[in-house]
């Protein structure tokens, strides 16, 4: 099981590390929260994104793409907002990581921070959703949800699968 929860965490990890979008972090601030400094945090190793993490969301798109099955209107419209969706998530979910990394002295505090960090990856899905929404049809945008959690499945499948046969 602790083998397991480190893939997961290591996926979790790589995919999030993996994005461009966390060089835009800075630009990222909830309006719930403009006056929150720690929203706005600065990536260790830059811009640049691994060689790794462009694998992973090339993958990740030709999967999407294969599922959604977009119309070339619908394809020109949907990945640029895609594209910041992915930003979106990718900020707070490298702010969540950030906060579990500390050891604050404040439990609470954390816990507080993590439900908050939660609550702005459910937000941000939610308002994507709508924005998804006016320009697919509803069937597909319960498949992109779907083809996201599918390929990530299958991702920690892969690398689950991989680790065992290397002995780990």
């Known amino acids: ?85 992915q930003q979106e998530l990718t900020a707070v979910r490298i702010l969540k990581r950030l906060n579990n990394s500390t050891s604050s002295t404040n439990g609470t505090e954390q816990i507080d921070k993590e439900i908050y960090y939660e609550s702005q990856l459910v937000g941000i899905r939610k308002r994507y959703r709508d924005s998804f929404s006016k320009i697919l049809p509803p069937e597909k945008v319960s498949i992109l949800y779907k083809s996201e959690q599918e390929f990530n499945d299958e991702l920690i499948k892969q690398l689950s699968e991989r680790s065992e046969r290397a002995g780990n």
């Open 1 to 85: 099981m602790s083998k397991l929860i480190r893939h997961i965490c290591i996926v979790l990890f790589v995919m999030a590390m993996g994005y461009e979008a966390v060089g835009q972090v800075n630009r990222f601030v909830p309006a719930q929260t403009p006056s929150r400094p720690e929203l706005n945090p600065v990536r260790p190793n830059g811009n640049k994104k691994g060689a790794m993490g462009k694998r992973l969301e090339a993958a990740r798109n030709r999967y999407i793409s294969r599922q959604l099955d977009l119309t070339d209107d619908e394809a020109t419209k949907f990945w640029p907002l895609y594209n910041q969706y």
